[in-house]
């Protein structure tokens, strides 16, 4: 029996990708998104499909579907997108995690939850490990997204102690990729949009704040594993490979257009100043770890919204 699968945020970057990889493997999928930030166009190639069904759906009401297996992204991820309405931000949090973990513990179903490094927020602890505890502010621009992830692990830890629902947290770290889109306002698509526009490169602050950055392919299989495997997390899942700001925008400028302009913009308020991941359990645990460098996923990655800029114009 193929085994069937929801994805909550499934029209999104990085749930379009895990729509891709269920099902050329064969699995159904059912992709559920209310498209704030997701696309139509990123699962069209899936319409028509018997394996595929898509459901337009906001994961703060509940609903009801059979299903084996819960992989719940539903959640704007870019500080643009999730700052725009906060209150909705932390919602979807709280309340999409609550609705999805209902629904898992009601079918038997395993979820998945996509979390983030934002639960360590600005680290005192470098780099980060599971163990660290994390530095958030409760009261600031990204407190609904940070706060938000953290309650929704707290929600999956209480479901599985007190009603045995199946959970696996994963931590995921910055990653990028075909599918940003170009207003995303993540600094890698906003970097390769400037650079391929011809327009100087924004670096908030001075650029020295740090990032690791992981490539959507090696993310998904990380993910994947995580499911698939017995161990509740929660794992981080990023890049280790670690660079400034102003290092990220010189290697982008540099493959783009030589000699654009850098300038500045001030610094968000919290923006964390340092982040990379420790992932020895991701390599102990899931034998993973990524495979492709900076430079190589900045490739596709350009030529991804190099083709989207011509498209539009
Ligand atoms: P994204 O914004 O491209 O995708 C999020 C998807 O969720 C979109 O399709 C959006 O329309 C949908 N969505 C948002 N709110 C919804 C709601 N209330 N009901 C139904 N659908 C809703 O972002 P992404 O980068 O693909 O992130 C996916 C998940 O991974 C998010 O939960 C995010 O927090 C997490 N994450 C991503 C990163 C990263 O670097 N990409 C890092 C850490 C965590
Ligand atoms: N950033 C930047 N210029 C931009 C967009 C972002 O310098 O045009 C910085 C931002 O201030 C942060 C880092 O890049 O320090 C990563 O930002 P992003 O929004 O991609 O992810 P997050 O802050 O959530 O890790």
Not at 66 to 73: C, G, P, S
Not at 125 to 133: D, G, K, L, N, T
Not at 141 to 158: H, M, N, P, Q, V
Request: proline share 6%; aromatic share 8%; hydrophobic share 35%.
């Amino acid at each position: 029996m193929t085994r069937r699968n929801l994805i909550t945020g499934g029209a999104g970057f990085l749930g379009s990708h895990l729509v891709d990889r269920l099902m050329e493997a064969g699995e159904e999928v059912i992709c559920l998104d209310n498209f704030h930030t997701g696309r139509k166009d990123n699962i069209r190639h899936w319409l028509g499909h018997a394996n595929f069904e898509l459901i337009r759906h906001d994961v703060t009401v509940p609903i009801r579907l059979e299903v084996d297996r819960v992989w719940h992204l539903a959640c704007p991820a870019s500080p643009v997108h999730y700052q725009s309405n906060p209150i909705k931000t932390a919602k979807t949090s709280f309340l999409g995690t609550y609705n999805m973990l209902g629904l898992a513990r009601r079918v038997g179903a395993r979820l998945l939850l996509a979390s983030t490094s934002e639960v360590y927020g600005d680290p005192e602890v470098h780099p980060q490990p599971e163990s660290y505890r994390g530095c958030v502010n409760t009261i600031g621009i990204r407190s609904c997204y940070d706060e938000g992830k953290r309650i929704a692990e707290t929600l999956c830890f209480d479901y599985q102690r007190m009603h045995g629902t199946e959970i696996r947290v994963m931590r995921i770290f910055n990653t990028y990729g075909p599918r940003m889109l170009p207003d995303d306002g993540r600094v890698v698509s906003n970097f390769i949009v400037q650079a391929l526009q011809g327009l100087p490169l924004t670096l908030y602050g001075d650029g020295s704040q740090t990032r690791s950055f992981c490539y959507v392919d090696d993310l998904i299989e990380g993910m994947i594993r995580l499911m698939n495997g017995d161990h509740t997390g929660p794992i981080n899942i990023g890049n280790p490979g670690e660079f400034t700001i102003r290092q990220l925008a010189e290697r982008v400028r540099d493959r783009i257009r030589p000699g654009l302009e850098l300038t500045t913009q001030p610094l968000p308020q919290d923006d964390p100043l340092q982040r990379k991941p420790v992932i020895d359990l991701a390599r102990d645990l899931l034998g993973w770890e990524p495979k492709l460098s900076l430079d190589e996923g900045l490739e596709p990655t350009i030529a991804y919204f190099r083709e989207r800029l011509q498209e539009g114009g």
